[in-house]
């Protein structure tokens, strides 16, 4: 590296350190680029929008893909015209579009799980004292045996 280039870096250094200095990096919030929309949530969302979502088939064996591979048709509901492309649009690009629209990540429906003091969900504690209730009268019944 030449002096020349040296200085330039310097000179580059410097006025990134003078411009990032007044940032308050507490402040910044990062937010996903894509949101973890879910199939019935996709789905649900589209519809109260009158689109309906419908499995693009390109012929043999192609429907049978996985979830995340299969193509979807968006299908207007009140003329059945097909909106968007029509070969189809993975559920990845429509999680793209629907958190560039800012859409909730839950609908009005959403009810989050009770949880406990400790933080645990409540089913899950009803589940280990059936699975506890179950090991006691099973070695109860080993030892009667």
Same mark, same amino acid.
């Not at 937010?31 to 109260?48: E, K, M, N």
């Not at 070969?87 to 799980?113: A, C, F, I, Q, W």
């Given at each position: 590296?030449? *002096?020349? *280039? &040296?200085?330039?870096?310097? !000179? *580059?250094? /410097?006025?990134?350190?003078?411009? +990032?200095?007044?940032?308050?990096?507490? =402040?910044?919030? +990062?937010?996903?680029?894509?949101?973890?929309? %879910?199939?019935?949530?996709?789905?649900?969302? +589209?519809?109260? #929008?009158?689109?309906?979502?419908?499995?693009?088939?390109?012929?043999?064996?192609? /429907? =049978?893909?996985? +979830?995340?591979?299969?193509?979807? @048709?968006?299908?207007?509901? %009140?003329?059945?015209?097909?909106?968007?492309?029509? =070969? $189809?649009?993975? @559920?990845?690009?429509?999680?793209?579009?629907?958190? #560039?629209?800012?859409?909730? @990540?839950? $609908?009005?429906?959403? &009810?989050?799980?009770?949880?406990?003091?400790?933080?645990?969900?409540?089913?899950?504690? &009803?589940?280990? !004292?059936?699975?506890?209730?179950?090991? =006691?009268? &099973?070695? $109860?019944?080993?030892?009667?045996?």
């Amino acid at each position: 590296m030449t *002096e020349e *280039e &040296k200085r330039i870096n310097d !000179e *580059e250094s /410097a006025y990134l350190e003078e411009q +990032l200095a007044d940032i308050d990096v507490d =402040s910044i919030q +990062l937010t996903p680029a894509v949101r973890p929309y %879910s199939h019935q949530r996709i789905r649900q969302f +589209l519809r109260d #929008n009158g689109i309906d979502m419908q499995p693009y088939f390109r012929g043999y064996k192609n /429907a =049978s893909r996985y +979830l995340h591979h299969q193509q979807w @048709l968006l299908v207007n509901m %009140s003329d059945n015209a097909i909106i968007g492309s029509p =070969s $189809g649009h993975t @559920l990845y690009e429509l999680r793209v579009y629907l958190s #560039n629209m800012g859409v909730p @990540l839950h $609908g009005d429906n959403y &009810k989050p799980p009770t949880v406990t003091k400790s933080g645990r969900r409540i089913a899950c504690d &009803k589940f280990l !004292e059936a699975v506890e209730a179950a090991e =006691s009268v &099973k070695k $109860g019944g080993q030892s009667n045996g």
